[in-house]
């Protein structure tokens, strides 16, 4: 029992420290993209998703970064993915909507917009992008 208790412990400790070393990767990305460091960004996002591939916090990253770097494509491939692991993020949703939109596929963005607004009815920024996008702006 105790090594049980032992175990668990360990366990959450460990866990604990990888959501630590994530939140700060993610302070280093965002400061290098501020930094204008977007190379650097982009190494730091990719590594990040190469440790935790199931976590939709790393592709969206990896997404801002390809954004600011001008990959729209791989940035709208990154946040697909991180929607396909947690698609209760309304943030991504809108994200992924503006990409779609400014890919032209207007669909797309509708839904994303739309999808986000069922998760989050006040979320008033998607409320906007997709009136924008009906008044075809």
């Given at each position: 029992r105790d090594?049980?208790?032992?175990?668990?412990?360990?366990?959450?400790?460990?866990?604990?420290?990888?959501v630590c070393r994530m939140e700060q990767?993610?302070?280093?990305?965002?400061?290098?993209?501020?930094?204008?460091e977007t190379d650097a960004a982009l190494q730091i996002a990719r590594r990040l998703v190469d440790e935790f591939p199931d976590l939709a916090t790393a592709?969206?990253?990896?997404?801002?970064?390809?954004?600011?770097?001008g990959d729209a494509r791989g940035a709208r491939e990154s946040?697909?993915?991180?929607?396909?692991?947690?698609?209760?993020e309304s943030s991504v949703l809108n994200r992924l909507g503006l990409l779609h939109a400014q890919a032209?596929?207007?669909?797309a963005a509708?839904?994303?917009?739309?999808?986000?607004?069922r998760l989050d009815p006040h979320y008033k920024e998607a409320a906007e992008n997709l009136k924008r996008l009906s008044l075809g702006r």
């Open positions: 090594l049980h208790r032992v175990d668990r412990r360990q366990r959450q400790m460990c866990i604990r420290d990888r990767d993610i302070a280093k990305i965002e400061a290098c993209c501020r930094s204008g592709h969206s990253a990896l997404a801002a970064v390809k954004s600011v770097c946040l697909l993915q991180a929607v396909r692991l947690n698609p209760n032209g596929d207007v669909d509708r839904d994303a917009f739309e999808r986000a607004l």
